[in-house]
């Protein structure tokens, strides 16, 4: 079974109490807010989705270290119950990006000559030893894991500095790099930055300014919205009287969590929008009137249209969970022995056959005709079944006469 992240957040967050809402290690803010909510009616320890009107449409914000998803739920009169209102969207605006801007600080720094040599370097004089190859490749990760582990403490109301410990390998190969002519220390007071400095109280590190770690933020603001809660609390403070903008603890385990509560209850999203238009390869009876010239074919003295694009559901299309839907089709021979059915999928909403532009192949199945109880009747019946509404789409096929499934 798979689950959809920003569906697995909200089911996961519509289990918590009004009390679990909040980020961690903020507890003043904490309690300030339960008792904005308890002056306002609200009980801390009723469930967020009770919290919400039936009817009430709100979005989802998955941020990831690569991807930003976004999409759209409401609420629906069993309590619980969600249904995607839009399909799913986003794009690669995640945490990565962050680092991405550290690097370019360092290269900014240090040059990106020693940055890419520092990236590649290995110890030369034992590079028999694969160990050993592997040793010096992890020095330019410790390097990302001592920034990753600053990056999530990183906070608008923090005013004290972060230091972001160096290995004594970027150091020591710096100095070799430039000859002895230059240490990091003096590099650092070289590029005389308020926002980042040489650590005179702790030696080896780099020390961070309030607004200089969250400058490495600003290309992507939403970043902060996984583990850093910038972005959600400026909304609070702007939006207020009308916006409310939820965060659980540990929010990093909220999908984990959701899945799981999915996998219990596959149902709790009872419907959702498609994402593309999907359908099968076919041939039609030929008409001149609306079939393109060049498409026909004559089989046994008939006249077909080939590549027919022939749609079970259109794009951002509302599909209740389990809903199926139904087509029925027969052989164009009756001497055939089996059918191969291509499915097809599209993000073009007027595509007609199975050529055009932004239509590709997304499966196929195989109906065998063969069998001893061979109908009499030359006309036979295959109807084609989509299943839709669940994470996945199965497709399977039922040849009406011999009962025989595929």
Avoid at 146 to 163: C, H, I, V
Avoid at 166 to 193: A, C, H, M, R, W
Wanted: charge should be neutral; include cysteine.
């Amino acid at each position: 079974m798979i689950a959809l992240e920003p569906e697995a957040a909200s089911i996961f967050i519509g289990k918590l109490s009004m009390k679990q809402l909040m980020p961690e290690r903020m507890a003043l803010r904490r309690e300030r807010w339960l008792r904005g909510s308890m002056s306002k009616g609200h009980n801390p320890d009723m469930k967020v989705i009770e919290d919400v009107k039936q009817g009430s449409r709100y979005v989802v914000v998955d941020c990831g270290g690569g991807t930003v998803d976004i999409t759209v739920h409401e609420v629906e009169e069993r309590v619980g119950n969600t249904e995607g209102v839009t399909q799913a969207s986003g794009g690669m605006f995640g945490s990565g990006n962050v680092d991405e801007a550290f690097i370019s600080l360092m290269v900014d720094i240090f040059g990106d000559d020693f940055i890419q040599e520092f990236k590649e370097w290995r110890c030369l004089q034992f590079h028999f030893f694969i160990l050993s190859a592997a040793y010096e490749t992890s020095r330019w990760v410790d390097l990302l894991i001592a920034f990753e582990a600053r990056k999530r403490n990183a906070n608008p109301w923090k005013a004290n500095y972060l230091n972001v410990s160096l290995p004594f390998s970027f150091i020591d190969y710096y100095k070799k790099f430039t000859n002895g002519n230059l240490t990091v220390e003096q590099t650092l007071l070289e590029y005389n930055s308020e926002d980042v400095k040489w650590s005179g109280q702790a030696p080896g590190m780099l020390r961070f300014s309030p607004k200089g770690m969250l400058k490495l933020f600003s290309p992507r603001p939403i970043n902060f919205w996984r583990r850093i809660t910038v972005t959600p609390e400026q909304n609070r403070d702007k939006y207020k009287d009308f916006l409310k903008v939820v965060i659980p603890q540990e929010v990093g385990l909220a999908t984990m969590k959701g899945a799981v509560m999915f996998g219990q209850n596959p149902w709790a999203v009872s419907a959702r929008r498609t994402r593309l238009m999907y359908g099968v390869g076919a041939l039609n009876k030929f008409n001149s009137n609306i079939h393109p010239e060049e498409k026909k074919i004559v089989k046994d003295g008939v006249e077909w249209c080939r590549d027919v694009f022939d749609v079970f559901v259109h794009a951002d299309q509302s599909i209740s969970s389990g809903e199926k839907v139904t087509r029925s089709y027969a052989p164009a021979s009756a001497e055939q022995e089996a059918i191969k059915i291509n499915i097809y999928c599209s993000e073009n909403e007027d595509a007609r056959f199975i050529t055009d532009d932004q239509v590709r192949q997304c499966g196929t199945l195989t109906i065998d005709l063969r069998s001893q109880n061979k109908p009499a009747t030359r006309r036979r019946e295959l109807q084609l079944s989509m299943h839709f509404g669940e994470t996945e789409m199965r497709v399977d096929a039922l040849d009406v006469t011999t009962r025989q499934e595929s």
